[in-house]
């Protein structure tokens, strides 16, 4: 510290005053003013919101995402084979992006996609998004094998309420504990009202840079959809198709919703639970049928088999179960119920009142409800449950390694919850080894 700076410290210190006067200003009840939301999360010119998914193949295309303000004249991405060093620079090369404006409840804002195709499959690439001037920082990613290898995934329920503040050390401690996931997945409900801007920024501004690195795989959940008006008629988040770039290849009118692709061996289906269910049976038999996968993986909202008897949706297992048992998916992720419920291999025969199946325990598939924000529901203990929670935030993180998938829900710090490992035997059949912890089930305790 300068020797002149000392008798300016003495006399705040003498005088009680401190360099932060906020304190003060909180202990005599004056607080500083909430910054208005349209500043907290309004665009400028630099590339914020990026986000890589997938609209084609991940073995040779990556899409990204992002959001400037209309001050934008060009949007352009820029893309090399990685290497250790900066010189990787000199063998980028341009691809334009498309581009649209969004006027949301906070403003006008550009959103923008641009799709990297041609790439060599299991090859690490540096891109970077911008207008030419401002750009993004050079962030990595890798494409797929274009055949069967292991790989990890992390699934999530919903993060929904309280994005920014409580969701925020789920995802991130997520990437710490599975920093080289292949891509996350959202079963839905990502945010609680579909069309706030605000609450989409808290989503990015949550996982951060783990966007721009690690693709993202999403299904849409109730909280997607907002009203028309104030009619009953609901239609799916404006953000939605703007802000993603998931494949196209769904039935009319619900795609990027309604979609499949393969990775290294897994056949992953993303269904929309909150409406036109009906439509998505035919779709989803052709696409499980044309199937040469070892594993399928299926997301969805709605719980198939509800975490409690009161949220139940009998329409929509009469409807897709039939599909799914005859195509033996593996495992369906969903969220919806606010509260942790993960079953054995079942198939439709099981009867959900006693848990009594007269079939074989080598069939089926493994049904999971997670929740991974802050809001939580009541647990109905049902039979078909083998673990259970309530009043905890969760991930999981799945492998899968030739004939096994392995299964881990952690709990918001980190802590073996459930687990499990499902392994391929002849033909159709499979067996589930428990795997989880002697701790107790996260329940509340009785009449709260
Ligand atoms: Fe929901």
């Known amino acids: 510290m300068q020797f002149f700076l000392y008798p300016v410290l003495i006399v705040l210190l003498l005088s009680g005053s401190t360099v932060f006067?906020?304190?003060?200003?909180?202990?005599?009840?004056?607080?500083?003013?909430?910054?208005p939301v349209e500043e907290q999360w309004e665009p400028n010119a630099v590339p914020d919101r990026i986000v890589l998914s997938w609209s084609d193949d991940p073995s040779t295309t990556m899409s990204v995402t992002w959001r400037t303000d209309d001050s934008v004249r060009q949007a352009i991405g820029e893309i090399a084979p990685a290497e250790g060093g900066?010189?990787?620079?000199?063998?980028?090369?341009?691809?334009?992006?498309?581009?649209?404006?969004?006027?949301?409840?906070?403003?006008?804002s550009l959103r923008h996609t641009v799709t990297f195709q041609g790439l060599e499959p299991q090859t690490e690439y540096l891109y970077r998004v911008g207008d030419g001037t401002n750009w993004s920082e050079w962030a990595d990613f890798r494409t797929a094998s274009s055949d069967a290898a292991p790989f990890s995934f992390v699934y999530f329920g919903d993060a929904q309420n309280d994005v920014k503040s409580h969701w925020s050390r789920v995802v991130r401690r997520a990437f710490r504990d599975a920093p080289k996931a292949s891509f996350f997945l959202h079963a839905g409900d990502l945010i609680n009202r579909s069309e706030s801007d605000a609450e989409w920024g808290e989503w990015?501004?949550?996982?951060?840079?783990?966007?721009?690195?690690?693709?993202?795989?999403?299904?849409p959940g109730n909280h997607e959809f907002g009203r028309i008006g104030n009619t009953d008629?609901?239609?799916?988040?404006?953000?939605?198709?703007?802000?993603?770039a998931f494949p196209q290849n769904g039935p009319d009118g619900l795609r990027e919703t309604v979609y499949w692709f393969d990775f290294q061996g897994t056949r992953i289906v993303s269904l929309n639970s909150n409406y036109r269910i009906e439509e998505q049976v035919e779709w989803l038999d052709a696409v499980l049928t044309d199937n040469p996968n070892q594993w399928t993986v299926m997301t969805f909202h709605h719980p198939m088999y509800s975490a409690s008897a009161?949220?139940?949706?009998?329409?929509?297992?009469?409807?897709?179960?039939?599909?799914?048992?005859?195509h033996h998916v593996d495992l369906v992720l969903q969220g919806h119920d606010h509260t942790y419920a993960?079953?054995?291999?079942?198939?439709?025969e099981i009867n959900l009142v006693t848990g009594v199946s007269h079939q074989d325990p080598n069939t089926g598939t493994v049904y999971v409800v997670s929740v991974s924000g802050p809001k939580m529901y009541k647990l109905g203990r049902r039979p078909f449950m083998r673990r259970a929670a309530e009043d905890t935030q969760?991930?999981?993180?799945?492998?899968?390694?030739?004939?096994?998938?392995?299964?881990?829900?952690?709990?918001?710090?980190?802590?073996?919850?459930?687990?499990?490992?499902?392994?391929?035997?002849?033909?159709?059949?499979?067996?589930?080894?428990?795997?989880?912890?002697?701790t107790r089930e996260s329940r509340r305790p009785a009449g709260k």
Not at 310 to 326: A, G, S, T, V
Not at 342 to 348: E, G, W
Request: with cysteine.
């Open 204 to 219: 990015f501004y949550a996982a951060g840079f783990i966007h721009r690195s690690t693709p993202c795989v999403a299904t």
């Open 86 to 108: 900066p010189k990787f620079v000199s063998k980028k090369k341009t691809i334009g992006a498309s581009s649209q404006s969004l006027e949301t409840n906070l403003g006008l």
């Open 310 to 326: 009161d949220r139940d949706n009998p329409h929509l297992r009469e409807l897709w179960q039939p599909i799914i048992d005859k």
């Open 342 to 348: 993960r079953s054995q291999l079942m198939t439709a």
């Open 233 to 244: 008629q609901r239609r799916l988040s404006i953000h939605w198709q703007p802000q993603f």
């Open 394 to 438: 969760l991930y999981q993180i799945i492998k899968i390694d030739g004939l096994q998938l392995t299964y881990e829900a952690r709990t918001a710090v980190g802590e073996l919850y459930d687990g499990f490992v499902l392994r391929k035997d002849e033909g159709t059949r499979r067996t589930l080894i428990e795997q989880m912890p002697g």
């Open 21 to 35: 006067p906020a304190d003060n200003q909180a202990a005599s009840g004056r607080v500083t003013p909430l910054l």
